[in-house]
Nanobody, 130 residues
């Protein structure tokens, strides 16, 4: 499985970025995928996930501002980030599971936990200035 993020950069507060994650060796629509971020000195945080029934989960910190989506034809995961804040500054990672358990109805609670994923991209940096 190979995951390659792109689309990061530096923006001012209130701006927008759209992150992409090109997926190979895994079919994005076969189970769930997620976006995580990690700021210096902080733990990795799950911020958005999407399952194969197109249900989505968001962390409270990004709800209403970020949107996760996927293009099944291109096997690509996206994260549209609007109304960016300085506290959104972090390295952003996409992730895919190994042997995903259960079904969308039973696994929703775990989708923002890093231990639910076994495959990670190299990350793309997002920096938001005030």
């Amino acid at each position: 499985v190979q995951l390659v993020e792109s689309g990061g950069g530096s923006v001012q507060a209130g701006g927008s970025l759209n992150l992409s994650c090109a997926v190979s060796g895994y079919t994005a629509s076969s189970a769930y995928m997620g976006w995580f971020r990690q700021a210096p000195g902080k733990e990795r945080e799950g911020i958005a996930a999407i399952d194969n029934d197109m249900s989505t989960n968001y962390a409270d910190s990004v709800k209403g501002r970020f949107t996760i989506s996927q293009d099944n034809a291109k096997n690509t995961l996206f994260l549209q980030m609007n109304s960016l804040k300085p506290e959104d500054t972090a390295m952003y990672y996409c992730a895919a599971p190994d042997g995903p358990p259960g079904s969308p109805a039973t696994r929703r609670w775990l989708l923002l936990h890093s231990w639910a994923y076994g495959n990670w991209g190299q990350g793309t940096q997002v920096t938001v200035s005030s």
